[in-house]
Every structure is written in structure tokens, then in C-alpha cells.
């Protein structure tokens, strides 16, 4: 079992960048595919990024392809999300997930999720 504690969230005004953190526990952390998911008030969560347990294939929505960039370091056992030219509609609390399956990388199958952090990106 792996535990998930996001860091990284707060105010930003549009344009402008942030990024996320997800520390997990545990030493197979790179036996993990991680993703990062996100929910908007009113909204059901969807799918933002994805990275294979080695990080070497990434997966990402259509939302966040070109602005947005998952990593990981396996050493420190962090999951990142880099999240540049924000808009308002990036406004949704983020989780980050992780599921078996050490070579993949998309939107399903996630077994553990931390609690999120809010991101706010005013107009």
C-alpha cells in the first residue's frame, strides 16, 4: 500500500505557473504508475497526467497537452506536476493517484489517491 500527501497548491493569477508535488510512502515507488487528477466545484474529476513507473512514458488530457508536465523522482519518491500558463478553468482541487503497473501510463485503474490541494487561477 502506498500513502499520497500533495503539496504545491494556492492563488495564481492567470498566466502564470505552479507546481505540484505528491510525496509517497514506501520503498517500490517506482513500481508505480502515477497520475494526477483534478476536480472542479460542480464537476466530476477527470484525468490530467500520467507517468510509467520509470518515467519514461507520459500520458496526458488534452487540457493540460502543451502547458502542463508530469515527472518523477524515484529517488525522493515525488511525483510532480509542472503547470505553466494557467487559465481559470485549471481552478479545481488536484489529487495525485498511483496503481500497479510499472509501465503504465494513462487515466485508469488508480488504486490510492491523496487527500489534493487547491489550485486557484484568477482571471
Known amino acids: 500500500q502506498v500513502q499520497l500527501v500533495e503539496s504545491g497548491g494556492g492563488l495564481v493569477q492567470a498566466g502564470g505557473s505552479l507546481r505540484l508535488s505528491c510525496a509517497a510512502s514506501?520503498?517500490?515507488?517506482?513500481?508505480?504508475?502515477m497520475g494526477w487528477f483534478r476536480q472542479a466545484p460542480g464537476k466530476e474529476r477527470e484525468f490530467v497526467a500520467a507517468i510509467s513507473g520509470r518515467g519514461g512514458t507520459t500520458y496526458y488530457a488534452d487540457s493540460a497537452k502543451g502547458r502542463f508536465t508530469i515527472s518523477r523522482d524515484n529517488a525522493k519518491n515525488t511525483v510532480y506536476l509542472q503547470m505553466n500558463s494557467l487559465k481559470p478553468e485549471d481552478t479545481a482541487v488536484y489529487y495525485c493517484?498511483?496503481?500497479?503497473?510499472?509501465?503504465?501510463?494513462?487515466?485508469?485503474?488508480?488504486?490510492?489517491w491523496g487527500q489534493g490541494t487547491q489550485v486557484t487561477v484568477s482571471s
Open positions: 514506501g520503498r517500490t515507488f517506482s513500481s508505480y504508475a
Open positions: 493517484a498511483a496503481r500497479n503497473g510499472l509501465g503504465y501510463a494513462g487515466p485508469r485503474g488508480y488504486d490510492y
